[in-house]
């Protein structure tokens, strides 16, 4: 069992869980809270001057674990590959503005496409970003999703497959993002776990939890404690591993967006303290 969690510090949220909050109020909230990290969802930087941005952040005491998100590589329509590519340096210029060391990469999937097809231009897409995004010094993160995602949004679904891909780069700037919510439910995730950092690969870990029933299939996740995941069980893996970076939540739910999100922060610090 891993120990348990006794200050905010190892803590990061993503902007997207407070989602009503612009990234000012998030940026001042998550700060007076004592939380450790943030990550940043690119909608929330959205005409804004980045690097001013990044210092306003890290005047609040919060380091800038991620930007949120690039990838969607695959299509079957040339253009939009390769905008998708341009798009993908954009979003690596943006980290390095903002002094993100790493940007998570949703993969992409088209259902007109087979799953080897977006695989292999999946593979192709990071080939083309690779150098740019080394240039930049900002890390890829590959996250694979759970398989309810495998039609539009990530054709990678197990952590195997992750691990496969970035061991096929092998570049200290291509790793692994772990989140429990896509990756719960795999008998092999210790396994892969272990693989993944005994590589070097394993660069960040998301929670939340899995809601029984869960209602909407991408804004129904909820509060560590509230679902069936064994988030502790699986950050002992993840430690065991030897990751030691930030915890991140990540909560996508219309039902808490709803809320008062002065309220559902406290939640959140008090569930990653006592659930995860
Ligand atoms: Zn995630």
Same mark, same amino acid.
């Given at each position: 069992?891993? +120990?348990?969690?006794?200050?905010?510090?190892? /803590?990061?949220?993503? *902007?997207?869980?407070?989602?009503?909050?612009?990234?000012?109020?998030?940026?001042?909230?998550?700060?007076?809270?004592?939380?450790?990290?943030? +990550?940043?969802?690119?909608? *929330? =930087?959205?005409?804004?001057?980045?690097?001013?941005?990044?210092? /306003?952040?890290?005047?609040?005491?919060?380091?800038?674990? +991620? =930007?949120?998100?690039?990838?969607?590589?695959?299509?079957?329509?040339?253009?939009?590959?390769?905008?998708?590519?341009?798009? !993908? %340096?954009?979003?690596?210029?943006?980290?390095?503005? =903002?002094?993100?060391?790493?940007?998570?990469?949703?993969?992409?999937?088209?259902? %007109?496409?087979?799953?080897?097809?977006?695989?292999?231009?999946?593979?192709?897409?990071?080939?083309?970003? &690779?150098?740019?995004?080394? !240039?930049?010094?900002?890390?890829?993160?590959?996250?694979?999703?759970?398989?309810?995602?495998?039609?539009?949004?990530?054709?990678?679904?197990?952590?195997?497959?992750? !691990?496969?891909?970035?061991?096929?780069?092998?570049?200290?700037?291509?790793?692994?993002?772990?989140?429990?919510?896509?990756?719960?439910?795999?008998?092999?995730?210790?396994?892969?776990?272990? %693989?993944?950092?005994?590589?070097? !690969? /394993? &660069?960040?870990?998301? /929670?939340?939890?899995?809601?029984?029933?869960?209602?909407?299939?991408?804004?129904?996740?909820?509060?560590?404690?509230?679902?069936?995941?064994?988030?502790?069980?699986?950050? #002992?893996?993840?430690?065991?591993?030897?990751?030691?970076?930030?915890?991140?939540?990540?909560?996508?739910? $219309?039902?808490?967006?709803?809320?008062?999100? $002065?309220?559902?922060?406290?939640?959140?610090?008090?569930?990653? =303290?006592?659930? #995860?």
């Amino acid at each position: 069992m891993a +120990s348990t969690l006794t200050d905010l510090s190892k /803590l990061c949220v993503h *902007t997207i869980t407070t989602k009503p909050w612009n990234i000012d109020l998030a940026a001042e909230e998550f700060g007076k809270a004592g939380i450790g990290g943030i +990550s940043v969802w690119r909608n *929330t =930087l959205e005409g804004r001057d980045i690097v001013r941005t990044g210092d /306003l952040l890290r005047a609040n005491n919060l380091n800038i674990v +991620s =930007l949120v998100r690039g990838g969607f590589f695959p299509s079957a329509d040339a253009i939009k590959k390769k905008e998708a590519i341009e798009d !993908n %340096r954009l979003a690596i210029d943006e980290a390095e503005a =903002l002094g993100a060391s790493m940007l998570v990469l949703v993969c992409g999937a088209e259902p %007109r496409i087979s799953l080897d097809k977006s695989r292999e231009m999946i593979r192709a897409g990071i080939e083309a970003i &690779l150098p740019y995004a080394e !240039n930049a010094k900002v890390k890829l993160a590959i996250e694979p999703l759970h398989p309810m995602y495998a039609d539009t949004r990530s054709a990678l679904n197990t952590l195997e497959q992750a !691990n496969d891909m970035a061991e096929y780069f092998n570049s200290a700037y291509v790793g692994v993002a772990i989140d429990v919510y896509h990756l719960w439910w795999d008998p092999h995730l210790e396994h892969e776990i272990i %693989r993944c950092g005994a590589n070097g !690969n /394993l &660069l960040a870990f998301h /929670l939340c939890d899995w809601l029984s029933p869960t209602i909407d299939m991408l804004n129904d996740r909820g509060l560590m404690g509230n679902g069936c995941i064994d988030i502790r069980q699986i950050r #002992s893996w993840v430690e065991k591993a030897g990751f030691d970076g930030f915890n991140e939540v990540e909560i996508f739910s $219309h039902k808490h967006w709803a809320e008062d999100q $002065h309220e559902f922060l406290k939640q959140i610090t008090e569930a990653y =303290l006592n659930h #995860s």
